[in-house]
């Protein structure tokens, strides 16, 4: 089983539409969780942070958690075309006598004008 | 403006060269971090770095190489013993605490020939 596993994509939703990304991982005592999205070719950009469960909006965007299912969502209402492209989620993992941010592999959104 | 450098945009390896990425960053951030993403995958950590003169190794570190001589820069060196380096490589770094968020430069492709 993976570390960090979204929901496997492409995904594709009209214009207008709400787009759920779905992300699940591994360790129970994680309190950090990142969404980032990533044009083609681009670094990765961070677009929500959540610590505490629940839901934590930012304009169109919402990140809900729910460390006891050990489940991150990102919620993008009122989709555009200009959010197209892959979407990452990170969660704080333990790495030897560390804890270091693992990336899952990522879900590919279209949105369709 | 603060942000993370990194050097070339696009580079081309030859059979059984050693190529070195530039990173460098005027954030006064303590760790750094190298990652590897291939195609449709996420991010996977190579190595990290969170003082001057040390670094440990992330999840694939065979075949590369790291220094941390100045706390602005941590180059990283693609051997001829990694014999598949093609991929999207991004540096980034933090203030070092463990809930904060990865800045990013801008990544460096590379390529074999």
């Known amino acids: 089983q993976k570390e960090v596993e979204q929901n496997s994509g492409p995904l594709s939703v009209p214009e207008g539409a709400i787009a759920s990304l779905n992300c699940t991982y591994s360790?129970?005592?994680?309190?950090?969780f990142f969404w980032y999205r990533q044009y083609s070719g681009k670094s990765p950009e961070l677009i929500m942070s959540i610590y505490s469960n629940g839901d934590k909006e930012d304009g169109r965007f919402t990140a809900q958690l729910n460390k006891a299912s050990q489940y991150v969502s990102l919620l993008i209402r009122d989709s555009q075309p200009s959010d197209s492209a892959t979407y990452l989620c990170?969660?704080?993992?333990?790495?030897?006598?560390?804890?270091?941010?693992?990336f899952g592999s990522g879900t590919q959104l279209t949105v369709l004008p | 403006d603060g942000g993370i450098t990194q050097s070339p945009k696009y580079l081309f390896r030859k059979e059984g060269q050693n190529v070195t990425l530039s990173c460098e960053q005027n954030?006064?951030?303590?760790?750094m971090y190298w990652y590897r993403q291939d195609p449709g995958q996420g991010l996977r950590l190579i190595y990290y770095s969170q003082i001057v003169n040390d670094f440990q190794k992330g999840d694939i570190a065979e075949g590369y190489s790291v220094s941390r001589e100045k706390k602005e820069s941590f180059p990283l060196t693609v051997t001829s013993a990694q014999k598949n380096p093609t991929a999207f490589y991004l540096c980034?770094?933090?203030?070092?605490?463990?809930?904060?968020?990865?800045?990013f430069g801008s990544g460096t492709q590379l390529s074999v020939l």
């Open positions: 990170a969660v704080n993992l333990p790495s030897g006598s560390a804890r270091q941010l693992t």
């Open positions: 360790d129970r005592v994680s309190q950090s």
């Open positions: 980034a770094s933090t203030r070092g605490q463990i809930n904060e968020k990865l800045f």
């Open positions: 954030l006064n951030h303590d760790a």
